[in-house]
């Protein structure tokens, strides 16, 4: 059999760290494949001015699939002051290689689970009747359309005539924000089209059918964001109506849905949000399960390009310890996610059965999971070190 290539990532700090310890636990687990080194973030954007550099997209062109570590964003004001001196002045604008690469490869498509693991001391509980205490089962699925909204990069500071003009047209910006000097001004734009938002509630749609959901959640803003929250939810309940008629649609605006997270976050199992409502939902629920070391995620395309990823930062702090303490899981569980894309089934279950395993029996944990500051002498406080914990992992399989 021919093996797979997948395009390696790591991108900056932690990233490294937690992809290869996610590739010793998919070798463990019987996948095979080859591993091609994609260079992505901020070191390539300091000596080279381009933090996603043409020779990465055209190995993701061609290998369709990506296993990505973590990046560093800064502000505008470090970006040109970390650019090489011969790069300066020369017209280079950073801009995030990872939205850059959503938006090239059309990975519209964003699934971000977050599910309890039984046994893991960061799970979130509640005080339930009579003085009990609750643990709720949380199993949710975010959809989160990963192109458009607030994350398009459509947005100006000091705007040119042409822009301003344009803007001047709309009585809104006229009677509120005319009195603004140009040069003072900066604007970013929140768009949503109809192809793209009704390809992620399909989506979500399609999930909950699979699931035998009963309905699925839209957390927008519709009575304030009217024209991009509202198309929104009319197309999921126009979608219900003609495609979907045994699935209902609710929706809870997205203020009011982070409240509800910590009262019932057992009774939402699929929810699909804009670009920016559903990076923020998402992070909402990971606090729940343990916070951004359990949570993964997967970006589809319409032209076959599958990237997976852990939801957290880079953590630059962390990639200079001696001895590396960060969790890896999330970033093993997005290779889970990988695994379910290539129709890798048997060895997918078998890595989570692992990851549950070890979580549940708490011999092994790490300095999240013992709720200890991350600093360096936690080893010495017993937790497990990153390559520690992927141990026991393996161990399981």
């Known amino acids: 059999m021919i093996k797979r290539t997948i395009v390696a990532m790591p991108g900056d700090g932690i990233g490294k760290v937690v992809l290869d310890e996610a590739i010793r636990v998919l070798d463990a687990a019987g996948f095979e494949a080859n591993y091609v080194q994609g260079d992505i973030g901020w070191e390539f954007w300091c000596k080279e001015g381009n933090p996603l550099p043409d020779r990465t997209i055209k190995l993701l062109e061609e290998h369709k699939i990506g296993l990505f570590g973590a990046i560093t964003s800064k502000p505008k004001d470090k970006t040109l002051a970390e650019l090489a001196p011969e790069l300066r002045g020369k017209g280079y604008v950073y801009y995030s290689p990872i939205v850059a690469m959503r938006q090239h ?91 793209y938002t009704a390809r992620i509630v399909k989506a979500a749609f399609e999930y909950a059918k699979e699931k035998g959901y009963k309905g699925i959640t839209v957390c927008e803003k519709p009575n304030v964001i009217r024209e991009t929250s509202g198309m929104m939810l009319k197309i999921a309940q126009e979608m219900s109506k003609n495609e979907y008629p045994g699935i209902e649609v609710w929706d809870t605006n997205i203020d009011a849905q982070m409240m509800w997270l910590t009262k019932n976050p057992e009774d939402y199992n699929v929810i699909v949000a804009g670009n ?76 989570r059965k692992a990851v549950t395993m070890v979580i549940a029996e708490g011999k092994v944990r790490t300095y999240d999971m013992m709720k200890l500051t991350g600093r360096p002498d936690v080893i010495q406080k017993g937790a497990a070190s990153t390559r520690e914990i992927t141990d026991a992992i393996i161990n399981a399989l």
């Open 105 to 195: 490869f059309k990975l519209d498509i964003c699934l971000r689970p977050c599910k309890t693991f039984k046994g893991n001391p960061l799970n979130f509980i509640r005080r339930g009747p009579n003085n009990t205490i609750e643990e709720p089962l949380v199993d949710t699925m975010i959809f989160r359309q990963n192109t458009e909204g607030l994350y398009g990069g459509v947005e100006w500071t000091n705007p040119s005539a042409q822009v301003y003009d344009a803007l001047m047209t709309h009585p809104k910006f006229r009677d509120n924000f005319g009195w603004c000097p140009k040069a003072e001004l900066a604007v970013s734009t929140r768009i949503f089209t109809a192809k």
């Open 276 to 351: 920016m409502f559903g990076d923020i939902i998402s992070d909402g629920f990971a606090g729940l399960i343990g916070g951004l070391g359990f949570a993964c995620s997967a970006q589809f395309g319409e032209n076959g390009v599958a990237v997976f990823e852990p939801t957290h930062g880079s953590a630059p702090k962390y990639a200079g310890y001696e001895t590396s303490i960060v969790n890896p899981i999330a970033m093993i569980m997005s290779a889970c996610m990988m695994l379910d894309h290539l129709k890798e089934d048997e060895k997918a279950a078998r890595i």
